[in-house]
């Protein structure tokens, strides 16, 4: 998926309409975490624009922090802005948490808008009541970490991680919050402004897969 999200890259950059300069990578999720690790210096190496371009700033929703990658803390130069709910079962925020202030200690412009009370996809309008996914399964009780030789394993067993592992759990809630909601599209604006809206003359148009506005 970050292999996708730089061939995108490629692609918008050469459009005659966009400004290759003030291209954002934005995720939900699973999305969110390949938005907050695509900022990975290695990885841009390994899977990065062939044009050079690099995206202007990485904004993750509710991410899964849980993984311990390779130099994670050599991200690019780019301001990072990571959205998480603190009621989150699915992707729980404490990992994202312990990995922004390791990032800012390393000099990052990261930043983590928590949300007292809110759930996974706090920002879905059409959860009109919290959904218990019974069949769903979520690795919140797992820590994994990347080996010299490119395997991701489970530290609890020190073996490749599965998910027949049993850290694995089930059962993570997914629930509309109005104020996570209220909040994160006000902070979204500001960010999207600061970043976008210096060059003169310039114009951004929001929206999402949510269709939100």
């Not at 994994?144 to 067993?157: W, Y």
Request: hydrophobic share 35%; charged share 25%; with cysteine.
């Amino acid at each position: 998926m970050i292999v996708d999200a730089y061939r995108a890259l490629n692609l918008l950059a050469q459009h005659k309409n966009i400004d290759a300069a003030r291209i954002a990578l934005m995720g939900f999720s699973r999305g969110g975490q390949v938005t907050l690790y695509a900022s990975l210096k290695r990885f841009q190496q390994l899977h990065g624009s062939v044009s050079g371009h690099e995206f202007a700033a990485y904004i993750p929703f509710y991410p899964s922090c849980i993984t311990h990658y390779k130099d994670d803390e050599d991200i690019a130069n780019r301001p990072v802005r990571i959205f998480h709910g603190s009621d989150d079962n699915y992707n729980p925020v404490a990992p994202c948490r312990s990995y922004v202030e390791r990032l800012r200690k390393n000099g990052k412009d990261v930043a983590l808008h928590e949300y007292a009370g809110a759930h996974h996809v706090f920002d879905y309008k059409k959860l009109t009541k919290p959904v218990i996914l019974a069949k769903a399964q979520t690795t919140r009780a797992c820590v994994l970490e990347e080996t010299r030789d490119g395997i991701i394993v489970n530290t609890q067993s020190g073996k490749a991680f599965t998910y027949r592992d049993s850290c694995v759990e089930h059962g993570p809630t997914i629930a509309f919050n109005q104020d996570a909601y209220n909040k994160a599209k006000q902070a979204l604006h500001d960010f999207i402004s600061a970043i976008f809206l210096t060059v003169s003359n310039s114009q951004w148009i929001s929206g999402d897969r949510h269709h939100r506005k």
